[in-house]
T-cell receptor, first 113, second 114 residues
Framework: EAQVTQNPRYLITVTGKKLTVTCSQNMNHEYMSWYRQDPGLGLRQIYYSMNVEVTDKGDVPEGYKVSRKEKRNFPLILESPSPNQTSLYFC????????????FGPGTRLTVL | AQSVTQLGSHVSVSEGALVLLRCNYSSSVPPYLFWYVQYPNQGLQLLLKYTSAATLVKGINGFEAEFKKSETSFHLTKPSAHMSDAAEYFCAVLTVDSNYQLIWGAGTKLIIKP
């Protein structure tokens, strides 16, 4: 089944404790991205990747890191999480940047205390 | 800069009634336009997209949207609402000016009354 998986689905952590949210897709997509969703703000892009070893900042990259060492994986790293990073995070993938359908993961709800 | 405005954070309709979700965009160049739907506790999935072909676009689950350049609108409609349509709907625009990144509206939560 074609899908984007994210782990964990739910995470409660404390300020400053490094964490990684994994994202994996099995559709051989070149394009992957991370979004955060906050009430009333819609989706805001954090980082995106056009292909392996190619990443770029989105609209709200501060406090986040990503890497794309393999085509299928695109982890999101919070080196020192803060409460303002409490949010719902989505990973998405697509054949190219955005012309074609973006496939979304189920989301990761992160709470930083 | 591009922007997307969705009128109404919540829209409530009765089952069987017309669904109309409004989306207006700002862009100085021809846009690509998308509607995505998010069911409770799920990720987003594509409903339909406009990519400069026919101005009336049909999507999944009986939804359709019409691109009106003069009004810079891309409203989503469905003739008869079903309980299963209860979800949050997002409009998004993409242009060369946005560096081909999707610009998202804030979303509209559709509530279906029995």
């Amino acid at each position: 089944e074609a899908q984007v998986t994210q782990n964990p689905r739910y995470l409660i952590t404390v300020t400053g404790k490094k964490l990684t949210v994994t994202c994996s897709q099995n559709m051989n997509h070149e394009y992957m991205s991370w979004y955060r969703q906050d009430p009333g703000l819609g989706l805001r892009q954090i980082y995106y990747s056009m292909n392996v070893e190619v990443t770029d900042k989105g609209d709200v990259p501060e406090g986040y890191k990503v890497s794309r060492k393999e085509k299928r994986n695109f982890p999101l790293i919070l080196e020192s999480p803060s409460p303002n990073q409490t949010s719902l995070y989505f990973c998405a993938s697509g054949r190219d940047r955005a012309y074609n359908e973006q496939f979304f993961g189920p989301g990761t709800r992160l709470t930083v205390l | 800069a591009q922007s997307v405005t969705q009128l109404g954070s919540h829209v409530s309709v009765s089952e069987g009634a017309l669904v109309l979700l409004r989306c207006n965009y700002s862009s100085s160049v021809p846009p690509y336009l998308f509607w995505y739907v998010q069911y409770p506790n799920q990720g987003l999935q594509l409903l339909l997209k406009y990519t400069s072909a026919a101005t009336l676009v049909k999507g999944i689950n009986g939804f359709e949207a019409e691109f009106k350049k003069s009004e810079t609108s891309f409203h989503l409609t469905k003739p008869s609402a079903h309980m299963s349509d209860a979800a949050e709907y997002f409009c998004a625009v993409l242009t060369v000016d946005s560096n081909y990144q999707l610009i998202w509206g804030a979303g509209t939560k559709l509530i279906i009354k029995p």
